[in-house]
């Protein structure tokens, strides 16, 4: 069943860091070498005995004012009909905007290949009315998937649990950072502590750089031919 | 990693290339496997059934098959293990090590036909220069060599290391050697024998119902970082629910990384923590006193052990002596554990914690693990420790009785055996040997010499004091070894034979992992054997045993030719037991059997125990009458830490890795490449230790075989372990050169551990005798 305004609901509180996730999806897209769609991070906080450790599973948050779609020069980067940022590598230059402006630093630049790499919330499964793989194979099953008002509830249920536990600084991510996220986070702590950017709103000054941006398509269109070329040459050096 | 993709076939993904191609415009490259990637399992050609035999929990999985390659394994959501049978919409899971599993399968350096060592020399940096032999050659010369040694030193110096297997076990009982050992005393000895004692009369339970638990409470117990796909799953449905999580670990392990409380417990000092907990809950009497009075005996016996003894929460917040450990920490964990609002509760324990084998008073704190679960009465009772509900099949004997002619011409067998274990009194039965005396056993001659091995998937790695036990095997005339990798056992062997993988061949297992009404799982061949002469274990043995003259002995078991097991015609007696058949089990729509009658399906909690009394003993009469400790006793480690050796040593493992069977395996050295000493920043720091340096771990020698031990890694700094305390993660110092991945990362901690000699298990006199994987000092400073 194809669920109209999917997003992912990733509960940090249960994550454990097996990496299920990272390394399923790396094996199912043939991932290079040391390149990941999805990653987790470790973070301790205070000094032994207080000290506490958390996990962020990072991804591609899709968010709807999305950094790299406003700063890909070419369109390469950008949102298809379903709302989910995806990548066309066909005309990408390969500038690096985008992995330099995502707040999250969850794109890379995959050299073998010549292509960016991100998490795609397994696009076309969804298309197919199935889940994204890191969703069906989440051992701990801390990954939940549905429509994004039923993600935000289970979520916010999540939250409250957690705080009547004891965990004051509970809450629920994603709900309106960048314009909201399709992937939706429940953290035990403050975003700060698993290294999530304070700032979450899409800053006037790229704004304006996008409209200037725009009226040099044809400047972009040659960029592009240029991509392909480079495109090209580092895929022959880099099949797998 | 080179390649670390699917492999795609090269026809798929010009066929993907073409097409976007086409639209693009010619010659514009498309190399992305995604489009292929996204079809995988919706377009796969097959769908099929098996169950994972990384570890013994067995879940169940889905094998998506494509291009005659597995592609894809989601967990089996019918089987208990992997799903939830009652509410199978939940969706299946597997672990990480099952995932990963596809990569093993498709290792390149897997063994693909018999060898034959050519070096004579043996020894960690000995290559046995392997040379190609056919199957026939292997069987004839292991024969051979096994007959001669029976012949001139008797069957008992013939050694088989093997898990329990139907085929093998009846070679060794024709043979008549008493010299089967298997890895439990590495593992959960412990748990077995105070189970027996108190609950079962003759071992332990594996489900936990963690999932109904409302207070769980673990002492070393890792249950979602490295335990079982069923514990890590039980335990997040657990805390989704609003369960209480509470960890005792020296290190943060992810189990105390998402325990609502991590209590950083000295190591070797949990008993002490426990006997408190009874202490508390007796003296306050919050004890479950409908469970008590109706399914135990022995509660006043056990009251005034541990109110004679002081067992009191200030007794034990001084032994433990630890910073946020206090006495009232201690009262508060023993209410919470016991509180009415907090049931059912349960201690949920599995292997190698702190009640595994890991610390030579791990036996008396299983005993008070069980006495804390009955106090609490949640014993075989939902959201506790569930006993066996195994499926009523007829076993491999009485389908396959050995006729009497036979029977009278096999050898008696002889009673010492070469670890010693004969003299653990009750337990000697239903677990295999002690690894800790082994070494001592073979280079010692006592009580007699061993000459010869059959070994079957064990890795010297994994034993205590491996260096030691590498002499133990260089001491050995002749080694067989069945393997699907060229590990190090295979390194130190004679000969080695290649057994196929899991996914290339098709059978059946009983659920005992997790289940709460009996399950039997389908095993379909996934894959087609992607080499010709790997051949199956049971197959070989009776191969071997023809060549050894006992073929008159699995005459009955053999189909359509000699050396054919018949594993078919096996299965098909047993499910017809149970009113099933192979042919139905096969094409069953969810990949299991399972009760027919919904009523069979309900946990029926067990009345009346298999104990002398029936019931519950928190004084064991079974231990009393074989002289061991009939309550839970406080006894120290094996050794303390001092001024020379200041640190605990504490081993675990990666998600990722299951002890030494994956470190080949190139998803899971994706995830964790190369094990550390991991150790508190600020210790660290102040030995001038930085992350990443290399540093020494060094053991006290043991008593009875002086040799150096010490092994060099990189130190890992964390603020999540003790600052006394080294944790190491086990698996890795791999010296066999064939494993090309594995090869030469990191260090292995068996090289730390002692084993031990006859005298210190007798002065010891532990009924579930273990090795004490964990129960010494050791020192590190910078190499």
Redesign the interface.
């Known amino acids: 069943m194809v669920i109209a305004d999917h997003a992912m609901l990733v509960d940090q509180s249960l994550c454990i860091n097996c990496d299920a996730c990272t390394l399923v999806c790396k094996q199912i897209y043939s991932l290079t070498e040391d390149i990941y769609r999805t990653q987790i991070d470790t973070y301790e906080h205070g000094a032994y005995p207080d000290s506490i450790e958390v996990f962020n599973k990072k991804a591609c948050m899709h968010c709807t004012e999305a950094l790299c779609v406003i700063s890909c020069p070419t369109g390469a980067m950008h949102k298809n009909e379903d709302g989910l940022t995806v990548y066309d590598e066909r005309i990408c230059i390969s500038c690096n905007y985008c992995v330099a402006n995502c707040p999250y630093g969850v794109i890379t630049f995959d050299r073998t290949k010549g292509i960016m790499e991100k998490c795609t919330l397994c696009d076309k499964r969804v298309e197919n009315g199935l889940e994204p793989f890191c969703y069906s194979v989440c051992s701990p099953q801390a990954i939940k998937y549905g429509s994004r008002p039923a993600m935000i509830a289970a979520g916010n249920q999540r939250v409250q649990l957690l705080k009547s536990q004891g965990y004051e600084e509970a809450n629920l991510y994603g709900v309106d950072e960048f314009g909201g996220l399709r992937v939706l986070l429940v953290l035990q702590y403050t975003p700060d502590k698993y290294n999530l950017p304070a700032e979450t709103e899409v800053p006037m000054g790229k704004r304006v750089l996008k409209y200037l941006i725009s009226p040099l398509g044809g400047i972009a269109a040659v960029a592009g031919i240029g991509a392909l070329i480079y495109n090209y040459a580092s895929n022959k050096k880099g099949s797998v | 990693?080179?390649?670390?993709?699917?492999n795609?076939k090269r026809r798929t993904f010009l066929k993907a290339a073409l097409a976007t191609g086409a639209a693009?415009g010619a010659?514009?490259?498309?190399?992305?496997?995604?489009?292929a990637?996204?079809?995988?399992?919706?377009d796969a050609e097959a769908v099929r059934y098996t169950f994972c035999s990384v570890c013994s929990a067995g879940c169940g999985m889905k094998a998506y098959v494509k291009n005659s390659r597995l592609?894809?394994v989601?967990g089996n959501p019918y089987d208990f293990a992997a799903g939830n049978p009652y509410n199978p919409e939940?969706?299946g899971?597997?672990?990480?090590k099952g995932?990963?599993s596809?990569?093993t399968l498709y290792d390149p350096d897997r063994l693909k036909y018999p060898l034959r060592r050519t070096n004579p020399n043996k020894g960690i940096n000995e290559d046995p220069g392997f040379e190609r032999i056919s199957w026939e050659e292997a069987i004839e010369e292991a024969a051979s060599r096994f007959k001669e040694s029976i012949g001139q030193y008797g069957p008992e110096s013939m050694l088989i290391m093997s898990r329990s297997h139907d085929y093998l076990n009846r070679l060794r009982d024709v043979i008549g050697t008493p010299n089967h050992i298997a890895h439990q005393s590495t593992c959960f000895t412990t748990q077995q024998a105070a189970w027996a004692g108190m609950v079962t009369g003759s071992g332990r339970p594996w489900t936990h119902d963690l999932e109904n638990s409302k207070y769980i409470l673990t002492m070393g117990f890792d249950g979602?970082?490295k335990a079982k796909?069923p514990h890590?799953?039980g335990?997040?449905?657990a805390?989704?629910r609003?369960a209480?999580l509470v960890s005792l670990d020296p290190y943060?392990s992810?189990t105390a990384?998402?325990a609502?409380k991590w209590l950083?417990i000295r190591p070797g000092y949990d008993l002490a923590f426990a006997l408190a907990m009874i202490h508390v809950i007796l003296t306050e009497n919050l004890y479950n006193r409908e469970f008590v009075e109706n399914y135990t005996e022995g509660i006043e016996e056990l009251r005034s052990h541990i109110i004679s003894n002081r067992y009191t929460p200030e007794w034990a917040a001084e032994l433990i002596d630890t910073?946020?450990i206090t006495a009232d920490v201690i009262l508060e964990i023993a209410r919470e554990f016991a509180d009415p609002a907090n049931q059912p509760a349960h201690l949920a324990h599995h292997k190698r914690d702190a009640a595994g084998p890991n610390y030579v008073n791990s036996s008396s704190l299983a005993q008070a693990q069980v006495t804390l679960d009955a106090l609490v009465g949640s014993i075989d009772r939902p959201g506790g420790m569930i006993l066996p509900r195994n499926p009523k099949m007829p076993k491999f004997d009485s389908l396959f009785p050995i006729p009497e002619e036979l029977k009278e011409q096999m050898p008696e067998r002889r009673r010492e055996r070469i670890d010693n274990w004969e003299e653990r009194g009750p337990f000697v039965g239903f677990v295999n040997g002690n690894f800790a005396t082994l070494p001592y056993g073979i280079l010692n001659e006592d009580p007699y010499p061993v000459k010869t091995a059959l070994v079957r998937k064990y890795n010297p790695l994994s034993f205590p004091d491996h260096l030691t036990m590498v002499e133990a095997f260089k001491k050995l005339d002749f080694i067989l070894t069945f393997e699907i990798y060229p590990s190090e056992m295979a390194w130190l062997s004679d000969i080695v034979l290649p057994e196929p993988h899991w996914f290339e061949f098709s059978g059946m297992g009983s659920r005992k992992y997790h289940s709460l009404y009996p399950q039997i799982h389908l095993r379909q061949q996934v894959v087609s054997p992607l080499y010709e002469e790997t051949k199956g274990f049971g197959g070989a043995i009776i191969n071997l045993a023809e060549a050894m003259g006992y073929g008159e002995y699995f005459k009955d078991t053999s189909e359509g030719g000699s050396g054919n097991v018949s594993g078919g015609k096996e299965r098909n007696m047993q499910l017809q037991a149970l009113g099933s058949s192979w042919t139905e089990l096969n094409n069953s729509a969810t990949g299991v059997w399972e009760p027919e009658d919904p009523a069979d399906r309900e946990l029926v909690p067990t009345e009346k125990f298999k104990t002398p009394s029936g019931k519950i003993e928190f004084y064991s009469t079974l231990f009393e009458e074989h002289g061991y400790d009939p309550l839970p006793t406080w006894k120290p480690r094996r050794e303390e830490t001092d001024e020379e050796y200041p640190f605990y040593m504490v081993i675990s493992r990666a998600?990722?890795h299951k002890m030494v069977q994956t470190q080949n395996n190139v998803?899971?050295l994706?995830?964790?490449p190369e094990n550390s000493a991991v150790l508190?920043?600020?210790t660290a720091e102040e030995m001038g230790i930085s992350e990443g340096d290399e540093v020494y771990v060094e053991s006290r020698s043991a008593a009875w075989m002086d040799r150096e031990r010490k092994i060099k890694l990189k130190a890992k700094l964390?603020?999540?372990?003790?600052?006394d305390t080294v944790m190491i993660y086990h698996g890795f110092g791999r010296y066999s050169s064939y494993m090309t991945k594995a090869f030469g990362r990191g260090a292995n901690d068996g090289n730390l551990i002692m084993s031990m000699n006859f005298d210190e298990m007798r002065r010891l006199n532990d009924p579930g005798m273990g090795t004490g994987m964990q129960d010494h000092a050791v020192k590190i400073y910078k190499a």
Do not use: T, W
């Not at chain 2, 010659?27 to 489009?35: L, Q, S, T, V, Y």
């Not at chain 2, 990637?37 to 919706?42: G, L, N, S, T, Y």
């Not at chain 2, 964390?718 to 600052?723: K, L, V, W």
């Open positions: 990693m080179k390649s670390d993709g699917l795609m693009v010659g514009m490259p498309i190399p992305r496997f995604a489009e990637a996204e079809e995988i399992v919706e592609v894809h989601e939940e969706g899971r597997l672990c990480v995932y990963n596809i990569r979602m970082g796909n890590l799953q335990l997040s449905k805390l989704q609003g209480k943060r992810k990384a998402r609502h950083p910073p946020g998600p990722m998803l899971a994706a995830g964790y508190n920043k600020a964390i603020e999540g372990i003790r600052p």
